[in-house]
C-alpha cells in the first residue's frame, strides 16, 4: 500500500502541482520531486525552483525551496534503508512515508520489502508509537465495540482499527503486512504439498518418484509451519469465539483446518490405528495436509484482498483531507510575503490566494476578485464569483484571480474538518437494515455446526467406500464455505463508501440510520425562508404617486430606514444604494411597534409602514393599498411611504425563490414524494410561493412547536417524513422527523438536529441525497441477498447433496476459494458506490 499516494487528488483539485508524495512513475516517465518534502513536481506549472551544483531542482512551494537553499546538502541523497545504496532525492522513483519519515529506495523491490517488515530494516531506531496517546479502537462491522487499545472483535475476531478520522499518515495497516506476510509464506509451502498430491494429473508424478512414506511425510513437514505459525491468527480468534460464546467465521475455519490437520497428522505418526474403512485402494490412509495448508492460504487471500478493499472506503476522507493544501501564504505586518505550514496559521492573519490555488482555511475576502470553484464541497460545479467581504472555505480552488483574505476558523474548526469528521462518524454508525444480518449471523454458526455434524454422520453411514474419508472431507468443506463474514460486511461497507461519497457531493451523513430511513421517505415538509427562498430580502418594486419620482421616493425611504437594523429595512438600504442613489441621514428617527417608522429625513416628515401607519397619521392612501394587494398575491411585502403628511408611494420587497428550486421540487414529485411547506409567514405570500413552485399543500403562520406537530401529525397519517429547514425556528421539526435535513447555511443548531446535511444549502441537495439513499440501500440489499444466496446454496452442495446425481462432492480447498471470493464480491459491490452518478 503506497500510503504516501494519498495527496493524488490535491493536483486536481487543490492546485497544487505534486501528484503525490509517493506516486511511482512506469519506466518510461521522469520523476522530478521536491527534494525536501518528497513530492512529485510538474516543472512546467510554475512552481519555485532553486540551481545547485549546476542542477536544477524544483519545489511544492516557497517554505520548500527555502528549506533546502538553507541546508542543500541535507536533501541532495538519502540512504535505501533496505540495501543501502545512495539515492537520489529530486529524482527517486520509489518513496514511501512511515510513520511520519521519509524513505527512498533505489528500487520497487526494496520498497515492497521494507512495507511488508519495515521494522526490520529501521536499524535498532525506536519504534515510534503508532497512534497518538489515547486513541480508541472500534470493530468495522460492529462499531458499539470500544477499546482502549488494539485487538480482535470479541463479536467477530476482526481486527480492531483506531477510531477517528485517517490521516494518511499512519503507515501500513499492521495487520495487512502480518497477514501478507503469512499468506506469502502459506502459498510457498502450499504450491509444493499441491504439487506433491495433485502432480501426477498434470504429467508430475512426483509422489511415485520419492514413495508414498517420503511423500507424506513431505506433505507433514510442509504444512506444519502453516497450520502452526501461520494459521495462529485463527485459531486465535476462533478460541476467543467459543470463550466470548459468539461463534463466527473463525469459529468455522478453525474447526475445518484443525481437523483436517489433526486427522492427517494422526493418520501418519500412528496408521496403524485406523482400521480399513479409512484406508484406500492400496491399504494406505490418505492425509490432507495439502488441504489443510492451502485452505489456509485462500483464506489469508481473501483476507489481504478484502483489507485493501476496506482500505479504499476511507479514501474519501483521505481525498477530502487533501483538498487543504499544505501550506499558505501569510502576509506579514510589513507586507512581506511567505509561505508557512497550514498547522501555523492563526484566525486573524492575512493570506493571499493566487490563481490556481487553494483556500487554505475559513475567511472572508479583504481584496481582490475571482471564481472560486465550491463543487468539492458542495457538489455545485458552477463557480462562485467572490470579492471583497464574501466568505471563502478551505479546500475550494480558486480560479483565474488573486484574493487576499482573514483567516477565520483555523485547524479543526474549518468547515472542511467537520465535514470530514461527520464522515468519519457516520462511516461507523450502524444501519437498522444491519439488524436482519446480525440475527441471521447468531444462529448461522451453530447451524453450521450442526450441518457438518449430519453430514459427516450421514457420509460415514451411507457413503461409499473409504465412507470415514468422505464424511471429513464433507464435513471439512461445511466448515470451510459457510462463511459468516460475508453477511456482516455487507451493510457496513455499504455505508463507508456512500457517506464518503455523499460528503463528495455536498452531502453530509449524520449516521446510517438517516440515509436508510430517507430512502423510504414519501412526504418532505419544506421552510420558506432560507430553505426554498433566499433568505436575504431584495427590493423589487417602487411605485411612486405623480408629484414625486421613484428615485426621489426611494431615496427618502432607504434615508429613514437606515436608521433602522429590521432585515426589510437593510433590503431597501441597498436597493438603492444598488441604484446608485445618496441615502441621506435622518433626524428623529421613530419606530412604532407592528405600523412601521417615522422621522426627517433631507428636512421633509417621512413616514414607512403598514396602512395601519398611516391611518394612525390620518393619511388618505388612495388607490395604494388595491395596488399593495397585488404586489402581496406575488408573494412580496408593500410598505406604504408617505410624505409630509400625503401618501407618496409603495416599496416592495421580498425574499426571492433560489434558482434551483423549482427543478428541485419538480424532480421529487417525480420521485412520489409529497411536498408540503410549512412556515411562519402569513398565508398570501406563503401560497404565492407555493404557486411558482407547484407546491400544493401549505400550512402558513406556524410557530415552531406548531411545524413540530405537523410533522407528527403527517407521520401518525403513515408518512414516511423528512424535514428541511435552516433556523432555530425548524430545529423541534428537524428532530421530530424521521428524516431532519439541514441546510448547511443554517443555525448550529438547526444542523445538530438534522441527520442530513447539505453544504450548499440548496434543495437540489435533497435530490442528491434521496439518489444516494436509494442507491446505498439497494447496494445493501444486493449484499445481503448474495451472502444469503451463497451460504443457502454453498453449504448443501459442500455437504455432498450433488453426488447422489453428479457424483460431485466439494473439496475443501474449492470451499476455502468460493468463501474468501463471498466476501471480496460484497467489498467490491459496496466500492461500485463510489461512481454513483448524484
Not at 527534494?35 to 545547485?52: R, Y
Not at 478460541?239 to 484443525?258: E, Q
Request: neutral net charge.
Amino acid at each position: 500500500m503506497d500510503h504516501a499516494n494519498h495527496n493524488h487528488h490535491k493536483s486536481h483539485a487543490g492546485g497544487s502541482c505534486c501528484s503525490g508524495h509517493g506516486g511511482q512513475a512506469t519506466p518510461s516517465e521522469t520523476i522530478v520531486r521536491d527534494p525536501v518534502c518528497g513530492m512529485i513536481v510538474d516543472p512546467a506549472a510554475g512552481k519555485p525552483a532553486a540551481e545547485h551544483g549546476g542542477h536544477l531542482f524544483h519545489f511544492c512551494s516557497e517554505h520548500c525551496r527555502e528549506k533546502f537553499k538553507a541546508a542543500p546538502q541535507d536533501y541532495l541523497t538519502a540512504t535505501d534503508p533496505v540495501c543501502g545504496m545512495k539515492v537520489e532525492r529530486s529524482s527517486a522513483r520509489h518513496f514511501l512515508r512511515h510513520e511520519g519519515e521519509k524513505f527512498y529506495f533505489c528500487s520497487a523491490g526494496c520498497r515492497a520489502k521494507f512495507e511488508t517488515e519495515p521494522q526490520k530494516y529501521l536499524h535498532g531506531r525506536p519504534a515510534p508509537e503508532p497512534m497518538p496517546a489515547g486513541t480508541q479502537y472500534t470493530c468495522p462491522m460492529h462499531p458499539e465495540i470500544v477499546r482502549d487499545r488494539p485487538g480482535d472483535c470479541p463479536i467477530c475476531g476482526m481486527a480492531l482499527e483506531p477510531l477517528g478520522v485517517p490521516t494518511g499518515e499512519e503507515g501500513p495497516n499492521p495487520e495487512l503486512v502480518d497477514f501478507t506476510r503469512r499468506f506469502w509464506v502459506s502459498a510457498v509451502l502450499s504450491i509444493p504439498l499441491l504439487v506433491l498430491t495433485m502432480g501426477a494429473m498434470a504429467g508430475l508424478p512426483v509422489r511415485g518418484w520419492i514413495g508414498e512414506s517420503a511423500a507424506v511425510w513431505v506433505e507433514l513437514a510442509l504444512a506444519t509451519p502453516v497450520v502452526l505459525w501461520a494459521a495462529l491468527p485463527f485459531f486465535r480468534r476462533g478460541w476467543a469465539s467459543v470463550v466470548n460464546r459468539s461463534p463466527n467465521m473463525w469459529t468455522l475455519i478453525s474447526l475445518g483446518v484443525g481437523a483436517a490437520y489433526l486427522y492427517s497428522v494422526v493418520a501418519t505418526l500412528f496408521p496403524g490405528i485406523f482400521p480399513h474403512q479409512f484406508r484406500g485402494h492400496d491399504g494406505s490412509v490418505p492425509v490432507y495436509f495439502e488441504a489443510s495448508a492451502v485452505i489456509v492460504a485462500l483464506v489469508f487471500l481473501g483476507q489481504v484482498l478484502e483489507l485493501k478493499a476496506r482500505e479504499r472506503t476511507g479514501s474519501a476522507i483521505r481525498a477530502l483531507l487533501d483538498l487543504a493544501p499544505k501550506t499558505a501564504r501569510r502576509i506579514g505586518a510589513d507586507g512581506s510575503e511567505h509561505d508557512v505550514a497550514l498547522d501555523e496559521v492563526k484566525a486573524g492573519d492575512r493570506l493571499r490566494i493566487r490563481p490556481g490555488e487553494s483556500v487554505p482555511v475559513d475567511g472572508i475576502v479583504l481584496e481582490g476578485r475571482s471564481s472560486v470553484d465550491e463543487s468539492m464541497i458542495t457538489g455545485e460545479p458552477v463557480p462562485v464569483e467572490k470579492t471583497q467581504g464574501d466568505a471563502v472555505t478551505g479546500g475550494t480552488m480558486n480560479r483565474n484571480g488573486s484574493l487576499v483574505m482573514r483567516a477565520e476558523k483555523v485547524g479543526a474548526e474549518t468547515t472542511l474538518s467537520q465535514i470530514v469528521q461527520l464522515v468519519a462518524k457516520a462511516q461507523r454508525s450502524r444501519a437498522p437494515i444491519q439488524s436482519l444480518a446480525d440475527r441471521v449471523s447468531f444462529y448461522f454458526v451453530p447451524t453450521v455446526v450442526a450441518v457438518a455434524i449430519v453430514a459427516f454422520l450421514a457420509w460415514a453411514w451411507f457413503g461409499p467406500e473409504p465412507s470415514l474419508i468422505y464424511a471429513i472431507v464433507a464435513a471439512v468443506s461445511v466448515l470451510i464455505i459457510a462463511c459468516p463474514c460475508a453477511l456482516g460486511l455487507a451493510t457496513p461497507m455499504s455505508i463507508m463508501t456512500a457517506t464518503g461519497r455523499g460528503a463528495h457531493a455536498g452531502v453530509l451523513v449524520k449516521d446510517a440510520a438517516a440515509l436508510e430511513r430517507l430512502a423510504a421517505v414519501n412526504m418532505l415538509v419544506v421552510d420558506k425562508t432560507g430553505t426554498l427562498t433566499e433568505g436575504k430580502p431584495k427590493l423589487t418594486d417602487v411605485a411612486a404617486e405623480k408629484d414625486i419620482s421613484e428615485d426621489e421616493l426611494l431615496a427618502l425611504a432607504a434615508g429613514l430606514e437606515k436608521a433602522s437594523e429590521h432585515p426589510l429595512a437593510e433590503a431597501i438600504v441597498a436597493g438603492a444604494r444598488e441604484r446608485g442613489l445618496t441615502v441621506p441621514e435622518a433626524a428623529d428617527f421613530e419606530a412604532v411597534t407592528g405600523k412601521g417608522v417615522s422621522g426627517t429625513v433631507a428636512g421633509r416628515k417621512v413616514a414607512l409602514g403598514n396602512a395601519a401607519m398611516l391611518a394612525d397619521l390620518g393619511i388618505d392612501a388612495g388607490t395604494l393599498p388595491a395596488r399593495a394587494e397585488a404586489l402581496q398575491t406575488e408573494g412580496k411585502t408593500a410598505m406604504f411611504v408617505a410624505v409630509d403628511g400625503r401618501a407618496a408611494g409603495l416599496v416592495a420587497v421580498a425574499d426571492p425563490i433560489k434558482a434551483t428550486a423549482a427543478e428541485a421540487i419538480r424532480t421529487l414529485q417525480d420521485m412520489e414524494i409529497t411536498v408540503v411547506l410549512a412556515t411562519g409567514d402569513n398565508e398570501r405570500t406563503a401560497k404565492a410561493i407555493a404557486r411558482k413552485l407547484g407546491i400544493e399543500r401549505v400550512r402558513a403562520g406556524l410557530l415552531p412547536e406548531q411545524k413540530s406537530a405537523l410533522v407528527e401529525e403527517l407521520r401518525k397519517r403513515g408518512g414516511v417524513v423528512a424535514m428541511a429547514g435552516d433556523g432555530v425556528n425548524d430545529a423541534p421539526a428537524l428532530a421530530s422527523a424521521d428524516v431532519g435535513i439541514a441546510m448547511g447555511t443554517g443555525a448550529d443548531v438547526a444542523l445538530e438536529s438534522a441527520g442530513i446535511t447539505l453544504v450548499k444549502g440548496e434543495l437540489t441537495g435533497i435530490v442528491r441525497a434521496r439518489r444516494l439513499a436509494t442507491a446505498t440501500l439497494a447496494n445493501i440489499r444486493q449484499n445481503l441477498a448474495f451472502a444469503f444466496l451463497y451460504n443457502t446454496l454453498g453449504v448443501p452442495v459442500a455437504a455432498g447433496v450433488l453426488y447422489p446425481v453428479f457424483g460431485m462432492l466439494l473439496s475443501p480447498m474449492l470451499a476455502a476459494a468460493a468463501m474468501s471470493l463471498s466476501s471480496v464480491s460484497v467489498i467490491v459491490n459496496a466500492l461500485r458506490l463510489r461512481t454513483l452518478k448524484l
